[in-house]
């Protein structure tokens, strides 16, 4: 490209990152950054230490501690706990602290990313006066979160917007995406989704990618103190639960399931409390927010909860036939087959591989005669 004299490097693929910066105040005084306050407290809770935390931040002590009694002035409240031969621990405040972030994470990195992800595609058009890449639509997952690191790895022309099954089957029926994530319990259950999936399917124009096998079950509190351990547990008085938004594939496995157990929602306290991600529903449970959520096992290894697996599921991708020959899928495919993202897929935990790859007509996963 030349352009007033200076010659300039075709770019490949922008890459836009997007987090979320938050501040805080106490009262009249000053407000907070909370950004490296955040990793350090982080970094204490981990090593036990504030020098070595400091090390690890590559901050001397003197700032680091500096930075810990400015913060304790601000809020008027201690953030660590000294204790002899033990180290240093962080007290409520700043474990609540910590808990805060981890949600905010946790609840705005689909919106974020997503965000990122179109301003990528725009500013690639703004350059290229074209629009060369593929659209993948899929909720947010542990196992897609991994492949669009090997996507990206590679500058695959593979954008991502999270949504849920649902949107992601409308949007591909609709033209305004090439690959639709979605996902859906194995054997008995999947009979009552068919038509909630098949009514964007066909048969004859679409084909489907096996990304993986998943557990979904009740995420609790580490060592389960109010022994929930059924969907009947969830009709009790003491109980709060968490739940993901309305048209997730997880609501609808969630949903499909109550229904089976004739369990009436409306019995459940906190069934209209939702949360757009796996990650949130856990970040929630752990903050002590709630008592239980459902959601994949991965999620509660993440944050440190327990589980009760429910049931399995499968996680496909949906593509036009025609799209299955195209330069990119086939290189994505490739990626998905490496023994390198199978074994990674592998160790998120709840999350089997086994057929990860591997591509399946329609009415063979929907065990269709007819449509």
Same mark, same amino acid.
């Given at each position: 490209?030349?352009?007033?004299?200076?010659?300039?490097?075709?770019?490949?693929?922008?890459?836009?990152?997007?987090?979320?910066?938050?501040?805080?105040?106490?009262?009249? =005084?000053?407000?907070?950054?909370?950004?490296? /306050?955040?990793?350090?407290?982080?970094?204490?809770?981990?090593?036990?230490?504030?020098?070595?935390?400091? =090390?690890? /931040?590559?901050?001397?002590?003197?700032?680091?501690?500096?930075?810990?009694?400015?913060?304790?002035?601000?809020?008027?409240?201690?953030?660590?706990?000294?204790?002899?031969?033990?180290?240093?621990?962080?007290?409520?405040?700043?474990?609540?602290?910590?808990?805060?972030?981890?949600?905010?994470?946790?609840?705005?990195?689909?919106?974020?990313?997503?965000? $990122?992800?179109?301003?990528?595609?725009?500013?690639?058009?703004?350059?290229?006066?074209?629009?060369?890449?593929? !659209?993948?639509?899929?909720?947010?997952? &542990?196992?897609?979160?991994?492949?669009?690191?090997?996507?990206?790895?590679?500058?695959?022309?593979? =954008?991502? !917007?999270?949504?849920?099954?649902?949107?992601?089957?409308?949007?591909?029926?609709?033209?305004?995406?090439?690959?639709?994530? &979605?996902?859906?319990?194995?054997?008995?259950?999947?009979?009552?989704?068919?038509?909630?999936?098949?009514?964007?399917?066909?048969?004859?124009?679409?084909?489907?990618?096996?990304?993986?096998?998943?557990?979904?079950?009740?995420?609790?509190?580490?060592?389960?103190? =109010?022994?929930?351990? $059924? &969907?009947?547990?969830?009709?009790?008085?003491?109980?709060?639960?968490?739940?993901?938004?309305?048209?997730?594939?997880?609501?609808?496995?969630?949903?499909? /399931?109550?229904?089976?157990?004739?369990?009436?929602?409306?019995?459940?306290?906190?069934?209209?409390?939702?949360?757009?991600?796996?990650?949130?529903?856990?970040?929630?449970?752990?903050?002590?927010?709630?008592?239980?959520?459902?959601?994949?096992?991965?999620?509660?290894?993440?944050?440190?909860?327990?589980?009760?697996?429910?049931?399995?599921?499968?996680?496909?991708?949906?593509?036009?036939?025609?799209?299955?020959?195209?330069?990119?899928?086939?290189?994505?495919?490739?990626?998905?087959?490496?023994?390198? &993202?199978? !074994?990674?897929?592998?160790? /998120?935990?709840?999350?089997?591989?086994?057929?990860?790859?591997?591509?399946?007509?329609?009415?063979?996963?929907?065990?269709?005669?007819?449509?």
């Amino acid at each position: 490209m030349y352009n007033g004299g200076k010659t300039y490097k075709q770019p490949s693929m922008y890459k836009v990152s997007i987090k979320p910066h938050w501040r805080i105040a106490y009262g009249k =005084k000053p407000s907070i950054d909370t950004a490296i /306050l955040l990793r350090l407290l982080d970094s204490i809770q981990t090593e036990g230490a504030i020098l070595q935390a400091a =090390k690890d /931040l590559g901050l001397s002590y003197r700032h680091a501690w500096g930075l810990l009694r400015e913060a304790e002035s601000i809020f008027g409240t201690p953030l660590l706990e000294k204790h002899r031969g033990r180290g240093t621990t962080l007290t409520r405040f700043a474990t609540t602290l910590l808990w805060a972030e981890r949600r905010i994470a946790a609840r705005l990195s689909p919106t974020l990313e997503t965000l $990122s992800s179109e301003l990528e595609t725009e500013l690639a058009k703004s350059v290229l006066g074209t629009n060369r890449t593929m !659209r993948l639509c899929a909720s947010h997952g &542990f196992a897609i979160s991994t492949l669009m690191e090997h996507i990206n790895r590679q500058e695959l022309p593979i =954008k991502l !917007r999270y949504q849920n099954s649902m949107e992601a089957l409308a949007a591909l029926a609709q033209g305004d995406c090439e690959i639709a994530g &979605f996902h859906l319990p194995v054997d008995v259950y999947e009979d009552s989704m068919l038509q909630l999936y098949l009514q964007f399917l066909s048969r004859e124009e679409h084909c489907l990618i096996h990304l993986a096998n998943l557990k979904q079950g009740l995420l609790i509190a580490k060592g389960n103190p =109010k022994r929930i351990l $059924s &969907f009947r547990d969830l009709t009790r008085n003491d109980i709060r639960f968490v739940n993901r938004q309305i048209g997730s594939g997880t609501r609808q496995t969630l949903e499909t /399931l109550l229904a089976k157990n004739k369990i009436d929602s409306a019995n459940i306290n906190g069934f209209e409390m939702t949360e757009f991600t796996h990650a949130a529903v856990a970040a929630y449970i752990a903050s002590n927010m709630a008592d239980v959520g459902f959601g994949v096992e991965t999620a509660a290894h993440r944050f440190g909860l327990d589980f009760v697996p429910l049931v399995e599921e499968r996680y496909f991708f949906a593509i036009a036939r025609e799209t299955q020959e195209s330069h990119t899928m086939q290189e994505m495919l490739s990626i998905m087959r490496s023994a390198e &993202f199978i !074994r990674e897929i592998n160790q /998120l935990g709840g999350y089997d591989a086994t057929e990860t790859g591997r591509i399946h007509s329609v009415r063979d996963v929907f065990r269709l005669v007819d449509i």
